[in-house]
């Protein structure tokens, strides 16, 4: 895959093929420590500045690890379960069994693709119905033999399309969601990349929720938030800063549980560390879910969506 720079990465990449082309000379070391220097000062710099239209981008890179980038190293005999049983196998959602060290866990998650062919394929990552049915047969398989789940988050949105609209796409979240509620295992949550809408939601709760920094989780997407109160999808920047999506923006309200640090220039520069920061996470928060029991589980998920947001009294 060719590389991809969006344009406040160049100047760190550029002096990061400096010091790579130095390496094999001799007699360059205080240089490549000079040049190592000023890449490590103008990374905190650019990214302690970045703006949440940039963290989109970032979440949006195409060389972002999706869910089968990611499996191989936070799972071990992962086998892929397929179809709703009831129509189709939906290709943008993965969801099958695999051990987590050395615990038989569910895993479920969104995959868009790396290249034309198989975003195609996946529909970039936007379920139909039977995705999310596909999802619900699993977490109920996970139920039946106390698997916790975990989910990966990552798209834009659920498909809204007339195929998605004639078999039922909104009762398919819904049902999903009041499912989740109520399901008798542990359930960890990690926003990848995008975290967009019902589409993300449908997969997306959980007794822990963390999104990775870089990530956003919205309602809508910037633009199509941007079509709608600029009729203009170019104010789409100006809208990422009022929808307030980012990572620390959900942490600051309540709405997730924690952020997963990414490496040095976001996930996209080093998947495998990517993957190791996920796992971390996610085993501190199995350790502490798995100490409950199932009735306290299941109370304390509603309790904490139920205390989300803020509303008056009228009567």
Not at 125 to 146: H, M, V
Not at 181 to 196: C, D, E, K, N, Y
Not at 272 to 284: F, M, R
Not at 287 to 307: P, T
Request: glycine content about 8%.
């Amino acid at each position: 895959m060719a590389e991809f720079l969006l344009d406040f990465e160049k100047p760190i990449v550029e002096l990061e093929r400096r010091i790579q082309e130095l390496r094999g000379l001799e007699g360059v070391e205080t240089e490549i420590s000079k040049l190592q220097k000023q890449v490590d000062r103008l990374r905190r710099k650019v990214y302690s500045r970045l703006t949440r239209w940039q963290i989109v981008q970032l979440a949006r890179h195409p060389q972002r690890p999706q869910t089968l980038d990611l499996i191989p190293y936070l799972f071990t005999d992962f086998t892929e379960l397929h179809g709703d049983r009831c129509f189709r196998d939906d290709e943008a959602l993965v969801a099958g069994i695999a051990r987590f060290r050395g615990r038989s866990v569910v895993v479920i998650g969104h995959q868009m693709g790396h290249d034309t062919k198989e975003r195609t394929r996946r529909n970039f990552a936007q379920p139909y119905p039977e995705g999310y049915r596909k999802a619900l047969r699993i977490f109920k398989l996970a139920e039946r033999f106390n698997m916790p789940v975990i989910n990966l988050v990552d798209t834009q949105g659920a498909y809204c399309g007339i195929g998605a609209e004639e078999r039922g796409q909104s009762e398919a979240i819904a049902h999903n969601l009041q499912e989740l509620s109520l399901l008798r295992t542990p359930i960890i949550v990690v926003v990848t990349g995008q975290g967009g809408s019902g589409g993300a939601i449908a997969i997306g709760m959980g007794d822990r929720m963390y999104m990775l920094e870089y990530s956003y989780y919205s309602v809508i997407s910037p633009e199509g938030c941007a079509s709608i109160l600029w009729r203009d999808k170019a104010e789409a920047s100006k809208a990422a800063e009022v929808l307030k999506f980012t990572s620390k923006d959900l942490l600051n309200l309540g709405i997730i549980d924690g952020i997963i640090n990414e490496p040095p220039g976001g996930a996209h520069r080093d998947w495998q560390l990517a993957a190791k920061l996920i796992e971390e996470k996610v085993s501190e928060a199995l350790g502490e879910l798995e100490e409950l029991s199932i009735e306290d589980l299941v109370n304390k998920r509603l309790e904490k969506f139920r205390a989300m947001g803020e509303y008056k009294d009228s009567s």
